[in-house]
């Protein structure tokens, strides 16, 4: 596609519930990033995938978090039993090539998924 | 510990003034810094990125600089426009991965 897309747009969940964000991400690109951020926050790196592997997961919140991508394209973040503070605004992105120290790259940024908690 | 600053209070300026936003960290020795602009309800967009050896990086009416021995980056947008209201971030690696970490961000109001 042309950009990242992430759907839904919002999700409004009660407490204990199991939601689902995916990211549909640059056709292409190889990395993906999932970043979650707070009202009046930066961004909060959740975790990176290569491909459909995920190097560095330690951003992760807790174990009630994960991910997954299949075919190197579609990331799908799942939080289950969700809980108040995990209301946010969660942005993937995705870059041609994985940012390295040494390697310069570009973040594309999707719209974000916001996530609301009752 | 390691930290990334920007400043938190909103900074309001007159349509065609300059405008300059810090980005101060500590504990880290990024081999580059970026700076990414986000609208309300939106993505960050990626503007500039500057390396640890050049000084300072143009774009259009952009300009960044980066001071490796203040730990420093200043963004500096001139002839502003009411268009440029936005929120700024910055963001480095904080070691030699793919991770970017980011600032909080600085919100820039244009007056007309």
């Known amino acids: 596609g042309a950009g990242v897309s992430q759907s839904p747009s919002n999700k409004v969940t009660e407490k204990g519930k199991d939601v689902e964000l995916r990211c549909d991400p640059i056709?292409?690109?190889?990395?993906l990033y999932w970043y979650r951020q707070s009202l009046g926050q930066g961004l909060e790196f959740l975790i990176y995938f290569q491909g459909n592997s995920a190097p560095d997961k330690s951003g992760l919140p807790s174990d009630r978090f994960s991910a997954e991508r299949t075919g190197g394209s579609v990331s799908t973040l799942t939080i289950q039993r969700t809980q108040q503070e995990d209301s946010a605004v969660y942005l993937c992105a995705s870059s041609l090539l994985p940012a390295s120290g040494s390697t310069t790259d570009t973040q594309y940024f999707g719209p974000g998924t916001r996530l609301t908690v009752l | 510990s390691q930290k990334i600053e920007q400043n938190s209070e909103a900074l309001n300026i007159q349509e065609g003034k300059t405008a300059t936003l810090t980005c101060n960290y500590t504990n880290y020795s990024p081999a580059y810094l970026q700076w990414y602009r986000q609208d309300p309800g939106r993505g960050p967009v990626f503007l500039l990125l500057i390396r640890e050896n050049e000084k300072e990086k143009r774009k259009e009416r952009l300009k960044v600089t980066f001071d490796t021995t203040l730990k420093q980056s200043l963004f500096h947008i001139t002839a502003s426009q009411p268009a440029d209201s936005a929120t700024y971030l910055c963001?480095?690696?904080?070691?030699?991965?793919?991770?970017?970490?980011f600032g909080s961000g600085t919100r820039l109001l244009v007056r007309p």
């Open positions: 056709s292409g690109h190889t990395a």
């Open positions: 963001a480095l690696p904080p070691d030699s991965s793919y991770k970017l970490i």
